[in-house]
């Protein structure tokens, strides 16, 4: 089993940047893809990004350029690097992982762009 905290979201103008944590705690996560979701208010939940165990990365066509995703094997930690931000980047973003076959989710951190 592994828990997951994400934090660092929070109020940002068009144009700014934030960086989520991911903090993972239970289980050593370093073999396993974990990913960044996000929703929308009325929209479905959808992959931003995804990080496998051996590093390799993959992001949705809007944020391509824009944001990173990286991971801290030592710290338990995955990152999500987020530049160049635009209004419709608003949304609650969750951390992701499946685990023994089960998904675990984060609670989620409000990330708003606006000025």
């Known amino acids: 089993q592994v828990h997951l905290v994400e934090s660092g979201g929070g109020l940002v103008q068009p144009g700014g940047s934030l960086r989520l944590s991911c903090a993972a705690s239970?289980?050593?996560?370093?073999?396993?893809?974990m990913g960044w979701y996000r929703q929308a208010p009325g929209k479905q939940r959808e992959l931003v990004a995804s990080?496998?165990?051996?590093?390799?990365?993959n992001y949705i066509g809007s944020v391509k350029g824009r944001f990173t995703i990286s991971r801290d094997n030592a710290k338990n930690t995955v990152y999500l690097q987020m530049n160049g931000l635009k209004p419709e980047d608003t949304a609650v973003y969750y951390c992701h992982t499946v685990m023994y076959r089960s998904d675990y989710w984060g609670q989620g951190t409000q990330v708003t762009v606006s000025s």
């Open positions: 239970g289980s050593i996560i370093r073999f396993y893809g």
């Open positions: 990080i496998s165990g051996n590093g390799s990365t």
